[in-house]
């Protein structure tokens, strides 16, 4: 079977002439990886022991930092020995591919001068070494900001890290986080495992700007009312790397467990910042916060809202006097699976999560820990099967849907090897979805399986 194909559990049904059942591969394998970063910092907090490692295929172990001699600083960052032995043997016993990260934001200048002709090699070494030697399965690179400047330096460092992984610890994984330069990772891919794409951080008070989600799904054809241009949107930059060349199935969708806050500013509606699409005087001031933080410090349902337009959650908050009015644009359970589904849909390699700690609940009931990635989870294994049942000379199918999934509900009449045809696609958006086949009871024995995307 397809890997892509996402099939329910089995289940035999006897009828009165036929026999007919729900078939399903094995439910435990996914067709997207399932990427997150765990930084060093937060093992304090939530340390190895406290991931839910049954949601994730790898994890990004959060980071050393590139010099500009060309050497490794893993102190500021907080990859202590203890820490690095404790992400590695956690991950290795829950079966998940562990790697660490080089880089991350404002590491160009470091990258820079590591990778200058006298210093290069000897950069790759020190990395490949730290790799092999800690017990990690790969290395990700984090160049961040990434400059079309920087298209020699990088695809020079790429193609020596790739070759010497192989080398010396065949079967290594390499990975990239990217945001800008499409063109320069299509030109690389071929060296990379996964290329995930940063998919947030997509607004801010910046001059020309509106008030906009963090991480928006969708631009909902809303375009910046100074420029004329379509306002960022996961799709859109998703859009860019495809269109550079880069092969779907390289592409990881970034989510975020964090969102931002939008609070004051003037010459707004209300006052302050409460609503996306929203022009100023003078901006508000804008702060990142991690998932568990926005449920226990802003959080109510009578201030939740959802955007169809962009598919995305947000709080909106308008208080006397503007410099307390708050736009609080971040991910919910639905906008994560919705995100998955949307990885699949768009035939992508898999999704990846900026991070972990970030909507993990310590004082929380052991199985709502993660909210969100357990959203990620439930999203990853879909659909699940929920009952098969005659009535009358019908068959009734019902199963639980994922959002913006695409389902195609198909039967045949022999399997393996059978033909399959379809009894009906639909789009889900979360809801419990019944299909009945009128026919089942008319002719040969039927299978049933639910394929996604169809």
């Known amino acids: 079977m ?36 765990h930084p060093g910092w937060t093992q304090g907090q939530m340390p ?69 002709p006298a210093k290069l090699a000897g950069f790759i070494n020190r990395l490949v070494t730290f790799v092999t030697s800690k017990g990690y399965d790969g290395l990700d690179v984090d160049w ?61 008070p910046w001059p020309g700007w509106v008030t906009w989600f963090n991480a928006a799904l969708f631009d909902g054809g809303f375009r910046f009312p100074s420029t004329g241009g379509l306002i960022t949107s996961a799709d859109g930059l998703i859009n860019r790397f495809i269109s550079a060349g880069v092969q779907p199935a390289k592409l990881g969708l970034g989510i975020p467990f964090y969102g931002i806050v939008w609070k004051g500013g003037t ?70 699976r919705a995100k998955v589904s949307y990885a699949r849909n768009r035939g992508l390699g898999g999704v990846m999560i900026w991070e972990l700690s970030q909507d993990y609940q310590a004082s929380s009931p052991l199985a709502q820990r993660h909210p969100l990635l357990a959203a990620m989870k439930e999203s990853l294994e879909a659909p699940r099967f929920s009952s098969i049942e005659q009535v009358g000379q019908s068959v009734r199918l019902s199963f639980q849907t994922m959002p913006l999934a695409r389902y195609a509900v198909q039967w045949s009449t022999g399997i393996p090897g059978g033909a399959w045809s379809n009894l009906v696609i639909r789009i ?18 039927r299978y049933y399986r639910i394929k996604t995307p169809p």
């Open 2 to 37: 397809n890997p892509k194909q996402q099939f329910t559990s089995g289940l035999l049904v006897s009828l009165l002439f036929a026999a007919l059942c729900l078939w399903g591969g094995n439910a435990s394998a996914r067709d997207l990886w399932s990427t997150g970063y």
């Open 48 to 116: 190895a022991s406290a991931i839910d490692y049954s949601a994730l295929s790898h994890v990004i172990h959060f980071a050393v930092i590139p010099r500009v001699d060309g050497t490794l600083d893993t102190e500021t960052l907080s990859l202590t020995s203890s820490h690095i032995t404790d992400s590695v043997a956690r991950g290795h016993a829950a079966g998940v591919k562990v790697l660490v990260c080089v880089g991350g934001a404002g590491t160009s200048a470091g990258f820079r001068g590591a990778t200058q």
């Open 144 to 204: 961040e900001p990434l400059d079309e400047s920087d298209t020699p330096a990088y695809q020079n460092l790429i193609r020596g890290l790739r070759s010497t992984l192989t080398q010396r610890k065949p079967g290594s994984l390499l990975t990239a986080a990217a945001a800008e330069q499409p063109a320069l990772f299509s030109s690389v891919q071929g060296e990379f495992d996964q290329i995930n794409v940063m998919t947030y951080d997509m607004a801010g």
């Open 267 to 336: 010459g707004l509606p209300a006052g302050g910042a409460t609503l996306p699409r929203q022009g100023w005087t003078s901006a508000p001031e804008v702060t990142a916060v991690a998932f568990r933080e926005i449920m226990a410090n802003h959080y109510t349902a009578a201030r939740y809202r959802w955007d169809p337009n962009a598919y995305a959650p947000y709080l909106t908050v308008n208080n006397p006097g503007s410099s307390e009015d708050l736009f609080v644009a971040y991910d919910d359970e639905r906008s994560c």
């Open 428 to 445: 889900g958006d979360g809801e419990q979805m019944v299909v009945n086949d009128s026919l089942a009871g008319k002719g040969p024995a």
